[in-house]
């Protein structure tokens, strides 16, 4: 019989754990098998709505062609990159060359670690939002980056503190990741804010990298771009994603836009990870992204109705929110006498109501004092957990 050989994993790996949401909710899942409770999981963003109707059947009739299953290419289709920025500049008003300035990506997750693969050099420092999306810190680690968290909290309106940010020091920052509509918070930008962003970039030679994937979800402004500021292409990169705004998370179309120079450095590393996408999805992202207001006001008009029962559960925890929030969740602050330990706070709802919401604290210390819920689930499922917080907790 053979030695079994020990290999151990890589040390890049160091200090990154499984995935917060992939380890709860097994944990959950053993849960419900050992004692047969059944958890209403309010937790994960994964949009439960389908896309437009015409979108599956454009991926239908596609699929039927005999010539689109071979590879595609790399840098995407022309169709794909053509709609993304005839898109741009429809809501976006901006103009993009799509032969040069538009790279489509499976998913803009999978940008984010390219990003970060193709400009980081080991010991590179990235400011990163606090609380923030957790692949932004694990993508700046995997690529041998040093992340500098800065804080988003309600005293500065959840958007960055730029005095503060300098005064810590800005020695060896090459990136800074940036999220508005914010997740987790529900912030919505400004073009005064995406100005401040592009300008402290162009002033101090920082890369901004906007992750802008929740414009289109319960935002009452018009939807606006960092790449809308002046002075932006020389700066920033921005990602943007069909998974929220057309509910087509499973699809994983994504795209980053930018200046030719550096979506061909990315190109470089991404040709190099994976190949083109199905060619019937990115022709039925044409048509996803051709759609117009009637579709985000139907999408939408289902999230606000989840929005007022989402408030109404929120009411019966006894936590604070504000209203006006963008994307697919609910920030809340932790009721009194909770100290800002969003886990054990979790923990307790769950088992008291069977119910899990999502600790603020995975996102960041600043996230401790709060928790987030996801309007991703119909709203008679929200009702239900709404009436066992009710029953457990008497508000």
């Known amino acids: 019989m053979a030695k079994a050989v020990n290999i151990a994993r890589s040390h890049r790996l160091d200090g990154i754990g499984e995935y917060y949401f992939s380890r709860r909710l097994r944990e959950i899942a053993e849960i419900e098998a050992a004692t047969g409770r059944q958890i209403v999981k309010l937790a994960m963003?994964?949009?439960?709505?389908p896309p437009h109707q015409s979108v599956i059947d454009r991926l239908a009739k596609e699929a039927q062609r005999p010539d689109v299953h071979k590879y595609m290419s790399y840098q995407g289709e022309p169709i794909l990159r053509k709609a993304f920025a005839d898109w741009y500049k429809k809501w976006y008003r901006t103009e993009l060359d799509f032969k040069s300035e538009v790279l489509p990506l499976i998913g803009s997750k999978e940008g984010i670690m390219h990003i970060c693969m193709t400009f980081l050099n080991k010991g590179d420092k990235v400011l990163v939002p606090n609380p923030g999306y957790p692949t932004y810190s694990a993508a700046v680690r995997l690529a041998g980056g040093e992340m500098l968290p800065y804080a988003l909290n309600k005293q500065t309106n959840f958007y960055p503190d730029f005095d503060a940010i300098e005064k810590a020091g800005l020695d060896g920052v090459k990136m800074m990741l940036v999220n508005y509509p914010n997740m987790p918070t529900g912030q919505t930008p400004s073009m005064e804010l995406f100005q401040k962003i592009i300008d402290f970039g162009a002033r101090h030679n920082i890369l901004i990298v906007h992750d802008n994937?929740?414009?289109?979800i319960r935002n009452a402004e018009h939807p606006i771009s960092i790449m809308e500021a002046e002075g932006a292409k020389d700066v920033a990169l921005e990602m943007n994603s069909l998974s929220k705004g057309h509910s087509m998370a499973g699809w994983r179309v994504g795209v980053v836009v930018g200046k030719k120079e550096w979506i061909d450095s990315i190109l470089t590393f991404k040709s190099n990870m994976d190949s083109g996408m199905f060619y019937p999805i990115q022709a039925a992202a044409d048509t996803a992204l051709a759609l117009g207001e009637e579709w985000f006001k139907e999408l939408n008009d289902i999230y606000y109705g989840r929005e007022k029962q989402a408030y109404e559960l929120l009411d019966a925890l006894g936590c604070r929110y504000r209203k006006g929030q963008a994307g697919l969740f609910v920030w809340a602050e932790l009721p009194e006498g909770y100290?800002?330990?969003?886990?054990?706070?979790?923990d307790e709802v769950m088992e008291k109501t069977d119910v899990f919401l999502t600790p603020g604290g995975i996102f960041g210390s600043e996230g401790n004092g709060y928790i987030r819920i996801t309007l991703c689930c119909p709203e008679a499922l929200l009702k239900k957990a709404t009436e066992k917080i009710k029953a457990a907790f008497g508000k």
Do not use: I, N, Q
Not at 45 to 49: A, F, I, N
């Open 45 to 49: 963003g994964s949009p439960d709505l």
């Open 213 to 216: 994937p929740y414009s289109f």
């Open 339 to 346: 100290e800002g330990d969003s886990f054990a706070f979790s």
